[in-house]
Nanobody
Framework: QVQLVESGGGLVQTGGSLRLSCAAS????????IGWIRQAPGKEREGVSC????????YYVDSVKGRFTISRANGENTVYLEMTSLKPEDTAVYYC??????????????????WGQGTQVTVSS
């Protein structure tokens, strides 16, 4: 069965940390660029970060630079998003998704093909 499964979300206080996981089954994440996209209630989807195929170049949007780190776990078919210094404005459902290439970390309609079900991140003030 081909699927992406996110995990690792939860409730943390401002300044806390979480590590999100994006695990794939039925295909290899190494064949795709992988992005993290979030959506807060009543807001549009927002790109957070993306890691490319091959050279594995990493992209971050300005709002998370220096706080979030995206990485691939060698041999685990998993992509992580390490989130530190969390802020209430980071509260959202976080999704991972596949793409043929990263653009710049931002979300663009049609860029991402296959999505996970999402994991909720809530940062309390």
């Amino acid at each position: 069965q081909v699927q992406l499964v996110e995990s690792g979300g939860g409730l943390v206080q401002t300044g806390g940390s979480l590590r999100l996981s994006c695990a794939a089954s039925g295909f290899s994440l190494d064949d795709f660029a992988i992005g993290w996209i979030r959506q807060a209630p009543g807001k549009e989807r927002e790109g957070v970060s993306c890691i490319g195929r091959g050279n594995r170049k990493k992209y971050y949007v300005d709002s998370v630079k220096g706080r979030f780190t995206i990485s691939r776990a060698n041999g685990e078919n998993t992509v992580y998003l390490e989130m530190t210094s969390l802020k209430p404005e980071d509260t959202a459902v976080y999704y991972c998704a596949t793409a043929m290439q990263c653009m710049d970390g931002h979300y663009y309609q049609g860029l991402y093909d296959f999505w996970g079900q999402g994991t909720q991140v809530t940062v309390s003030s």
